[in-house]
């Protein structure tokens, strides 16, 4: 049981006066551009000059300047690992397993060989068979048709459930398969030509390749046109639809779900939530309707497509055509050990992070980020306790959650056990990546029969990110995120606080977003909102979302406000939290110049820099289409216009074109 603490007092976290010239670069800044006119570009314009980008990304910051500090850290502890590892430790499984992604002599000498058991077992396959098959792809091997997992019932934060998603599409958002605009028609032609491609690959002959590619095409076009759009699938009202075994199987009888349920590993389900209905219809009238051989195409693709970056050069190569250079502009593939890190990275996760910690985490800094958190709660606290249009019956709620957070910093205080996984070397580098991912979705079935792990992390140590989850009330930062340019120990408060201190702030906030509200101080589904309260929150929330859908992001394309709207009052209330708390420290109550720069001027600068970067138009529109997080530029100029202090800091006046007048600002938290 969590612990309610009511917090009381602000330890401000100082930093020694010595080393006060660290934190803001200002070669990072473009002195050319005034920061009335476009403040991005002036905090952040010298940085991207000096960075161009490299060909092998379509986007790149300062973000991803600390992941490739971490994937080289990572680098670090695994080649060092050696070999000879004894038969079953976690060093003989993460070193075997990133060897073989290593070795492309043998990977071109297989070729498609790796594959021929499990294609032979869909190609033979009969009508009785499918749901077998699907329930197989299901365990981590691939998405065909829909999807299936375990997770904390929204409405019963305690115990797990199951769910069925839409899913079964390959480009990942339903807009691919239905606009018509210049960019998504050669991108979905594109991805025609990478099917075709793949089945070529197989060794099917050209006019063959080329129906196959339609039948999988035709399928995934009906699955997007009953799919939810980005924006329905907000609605966790609109998604939480329960239904027992019995109706389930009523509804869509095409599905063998006790079989489903066996082959899964999840025994005596009597209830599932169905997040997309429709969706689910769709896929129970393809498979009574279709003819044998167009199932089974769609099938082998979905196999295919889910190990071609773990086989054969010219498997990689069209994967890497059509995901990278068609959809987001990447112009040259990654070199191969990092392709190759990721695998080990993320299948044994943990086992890589519990290394990660022991050499690049420093306890320190698990201490000194707690305080920031503290001084952060501390912050968010007293705006709830002053906003104006909210209720006081609300705010008592509010608080409750907001010091009822779980804060989980560095890593985990227990790590997964991989004993069970083998990592066996004589078999393929495919084969090898398809057994550790079964062996990470069995432990998630696996969930279905306990209560939930409230202690479990989402993300490993060395991932440089953050997060907010809602079904158990909890922050999280892993150790991964805690150094420069997101924090630095030897820094002065404003260049913490403008940097990890936002994104603490953010994460909270995501407590109170327009999803995060829906959920109460112990992980369920209530409503705790007065509708009065609520009706003024989606108020002051659309008029946010407009200024965001006001922005064009290349062509004639805007932003997606209502899509990013979670992100964007994160990003709102993250600052506003963090600047408050900010102003409560010693540098923050005085007003001594650093390099030029005013404590104001260094906390708006330094949360301006962590979004620099350079990206692709054809990332650009990718990202609007299935990021929920808005365009490192927008997080900046679109999200400071409310903040009255930056215009103070920077004397930004009407007229100017960051200016934004005080009736047009919104204030959330």
């Not at 959809?327 to 943990?350: D, H, T």
């Not at 991932?463 to 009330?473: F, G, K």
């Not at 603490?504 to 369920?524: L, P």
Request: charge should be neutral; charged fraction near 25%; glycine fraction near 6%.
């Amino acid at each position: 049981m969590r612990k309610i603490v009511l917090l009381v007092t602000f330890a401000a976290l100082t930093m020694s006066a010595g080393n006060l010239e660290k934190g803001v670069d200002r070669s990072n800044l473009d002195p050319t551009v005034s920061p009335g006119e476009n403040f991005y570009l002036y905090a952040c314009g010298g940085w991207m000059k000096a960075n161009p980008l490299d060909p092998q990304y379509a986007r790149f910051g300062t973000f991803d300047q600390l992941a490739e500090n971490s994937r080289e850290q990572v680098k670090d502890i695994i080649t060092s690992l050696g070999t000879g590892n004894p038969q079953g430790s976690v060093k003989q499984k993460v070193g075997d397993l990133y060897a073989l992604g290593m070795d492309s002599v043998r990977l071109n000498n297989e070729g498609k060989a790796p594959l021929a058991g499990d294609l032979a077992l869909i190609k033979y396959a009969t009508p009785a068979q499918w749901t077998t098959i699907i329930a197989w792809l299901h365990k981590g091997v691939a998405g065909a048709f829909f999807d299936g997992n375990v997770m904390a019932d929204l409405k019963s934060s305690n115990d797990n459930l199951f769910y069925l998603t839409q899913g079964g599409i390959g480009m990942g958002d339903r807009d691919y398969y239905l606009d018509t605009d210049a960019n998504t028609t050669a991108v979905r032609k594109a991805y025609v030509d990478y099917i075709n491609r793949l089945f070529v690959l197989l060794g099917y002959k050209k006019n063959d390749a080329k129906k196959a590619a339609q039948n999988v095409m035709n399928i995934e076009t009906q699955l997007a046109r009953v799919a939810m759009t980005r924006e329905e699938t907000r609605d966790y009202s609109r998604l939480y639809n329960i239904m027992t075994l019995e109706q389930i199987k009523e509804r869509y009888p095409a599905i063998k779900w006790d079989t489903y349920f066996k082959e899964l590993g999840c025994n005596d389900v009597k209830r599932v939530c169905v997040f997309q209905p429709l969706s689910l219809d769709c896929v129970n009238t393809l498979l009574s309707t279709l003819k044998d051989q167009v199932i089974k195409d769609y099938l082998i693709f979905k196999y295919v497509d889910a190990a071609a970056p773990y086989l054969s050069d010219d498997f990689i190569q069209a994967n890497f055509d059509f995901y990278s250079r068609a959809m987001s502009g990447k112009k040259v593939m990654q070199p191969r050990w990092k392709r190759a890190l990721n695998i080990p990275n993320y299948l044994l996760g943990e086992a890589v992070g519990q290394l990660y910690v022991e050499k690049y985490f420093p306890a320190d800094s698990k201490k000194k980020m707690q305080r920031l958190v503290d001084n952060l709660k501390v912050a968010l606290g007293e705006h709830i306790a002053g906003l104006t249009w909210m209720s006081p019956k609300t705010k008592v709620n509010a608080l409750v959650k907001l010091n009822s957070f779980t804060v989980k910093i560095g890593y985990p205080d227990k790590w997964r056990d991989y004993s069970g996984l083998d990592i066996d070397a004589s078999k393929s580098y495919w084969e090898n990546v398809k057994n550790a991912r079964i062996f990470a979705a069995e432990y998630e079935l696996s969930q279905l029969d306990k209560p939930v792990d409230k202690d479990r992390w989402y993300m490993t140590p060395q991932t440089v990110n953050a997060y907010y989850e809602p079904s158990s009330n909890e922050i999280c930062f892993p150790a991964a995120i805690l150094q420069k340019p997101y924090f630095d120990p030897d820094a002065d408060d404003a260049s913490n606080y403008g940097a990890i201190g936002v994104v603490i702030g953010h994460e909270m906030t995501h407590g109170f977003d327009d999803q995060g509200r829906n959920f109460d101080h112990n992980g369920n589904m209530v409503d705790w909102w007065t509708p009065e309260d609520a009706e003024k929150f989606k108020v002051l929330a659309d008029k946010l979302g407009a200024q965001y859908s006001a922005e064009i992001v290349a062509d004639d394309v805007h932003a997606n406000g209502q899509f990013t709207m979670g992100e964007n009052i994160a990003d709102h209330g993250g600052l506003r939290v963090s600047y408050s708390a900010f102003k409560k420290t010693a540098q923050g109550k005085g007003n001594e110049l650093i390099d030029g720069f005013t404590p104001d001027q260094r906390f708006f600068l330094s949360y301006a820099n962590v979004w620099a970067n350079n990206i692709t138009k054809e990332e650009i529109l990718r990202r609007t289409k299935v990021d929920p997080h808005s365009l490192g530029v927008n997080r900046v100029n679109v999200a400071i216009r409310n903040l009255e202090p930056f215009f103070k800091a920077f004397d930004i006046k009407p007229g100017e074109k960051m200016y934004r007048s005080p009736e047009d600002r919104v204030t959330i938290w």
